[in-house]
């Protein structure tokens, strides 16, 4: 298996922009998680989904933040609009109950202007 | 509410010494701990997690972790450092009641000098 596939690996956009990232969960993985990482707050859970429906979104910061989960195969994190202080690398992970640990993609770094 | 803390921002040690990573938690019901390392402009890689039975786990790399209940600990250990082992280090917890969620802790900088 490829792992957790991420898009785009760097995005620098300017204020007020939309601003969309994309993942691919590993295949027959049942659990996905958008965390948030940066200098001064560490790794942030964002939201996760169980079998594509949301649980958790309490990590969410605002509005302007939305995620979504289609199908078993597809997720994405829609900023909308951006900020600076949204700047920060952004990480998806999936992962099974049986099996526990979570499986991260490369990151998606995101750089508002 | 979970939380983990990590109370060194980082550690410095020898090649070929041994080396500690600590890490504390605070979880409702029995943990699921688990330790994670990340080298520069990657994502996180799973090292090793305690969810039941022995103490002592050992995981990849040659790294293991004691988990301690009484003191609510999960350090990170190896008898002898290599200088790749240089890279952060994350702790994370998650509870067994119930939900997935995984919280971490802000990580230590480990350096190992040659």
Request: a neutral charge; hydrophobic letters at 35%; one cysteine or more.
């Amino acid at each position: 298996d490829a792992g957790v596939i991420q898009s785009p690996r760097h995005e620098v956009t300017e204020m007020g922009q939309e601003v969309t990232l994309r993942c691919k969960p590993i295949s027959g993985h049942d659990y996905l998680f958008w965390y948030r990482q940066t200098m001064m707050r560490g790794l942030e859970l964002l939201i996760y989904f169980n079998n594509n429906v949301p649980i958790d979104d309490s990590g969410m910061p605002e509005d302007r933040f939305s995620a979504k989960m289609p199908n078993a195969s597809f997720s994405t994190l829609k900023i909308q609009p951006s900020e600076p202080r949204d700047s920060a690398v952004y990480f998806c992970a999936s992962s099974i109950r049986e099996v526990g640990e979570l499986f991260f993609g490369e990151g998606s770094r995101l750089t508002v202007l | 509410a979970q939380s983990v803390a990590q109370p060194e921002d980082q550690v410095n040690v020898a090649e070929g010494n041994p080396l500690t990573v600590k890490c504390t938690y605070s979880v409702s019901g029995n943990p699921y701990l688990f330790w994670y390392v990340q080298y520069p402009n990657r994502g996180l890689q799973f090292l090793l997690k305690y969810i039941t039975g022995d103490n002592l786990v050992k995981g990849s790399y040659g790294f293991e972790a004691e988990f301690n209940k009484s003191q609510t600990s999960f350090h990170l250990k190896k008898p002898s450092a290599l200088v790749s082992d240089s890279a952060l280090y994350f702790c994370a917890v998650r509870g067994n009641t119930g939900g997935f969620k995984t919280i971490f802790g802000a990580g230590t900088r480990l350096f190992v000098k040659a």
